[in-house]
Nanobody, 122 residues
């Protein structure tokens, strides 16, 4: 599956952004999806994941209560709604497709999007 992420941008602290990740192919609904991010000079880190049905989600502690992952299998798209953004959320955000149950581990994802930059100013 090929993935295309978009929706990043520059926002002030406390603001919101919604990232989208569109997938090609007919099998999107069989994949668990995840969002990861990588800040300059740091390792890539897990943000959120959603199961193939959308029934199970899991978040990193740093974003819990502020970010929401969702998916629309009819549109082959996964979303990441980001509210109450903080400067430490600044990073390139990547979507990924992997095991159907979803996962916080990057090595369980076989397809990755190109990334979209999110910059939060203080």
């Amino acid at each position: 599956v090929q993935l295309q992420a978009c929706g990043g941008g520059l926002v002030q602290a406390g603001g919101s952004l919604r990232l989208s990740c569109a997938a090609s192919g007919r099998t999107f609904s069989s994949y668990g999806m995840g969002w990861f991010r990588q800040a300059p000079g740091k390792e890539r880190e897990f943000v959120a994941t959603i199961s193939w049905t959308g029934g199970t989600t899991y978040y990193a502690d740093s974003v819990k209560g502020r970010f929401t992952i969702s998916r629309d299998n009819a549109k082959n798209t996964v979303y990441l709604q980001m509210n109450s953004l903080k400067p430490e959320d600044t990073a390139v955000y990547y979507c990924a497709a992997g095991v159907g149950s979803g996962s916080r581990w990057s090595d369980e994802y076989g397809s990755w999007g190109q990334g979209t930059q999110v910059t939060v100013s203080s």
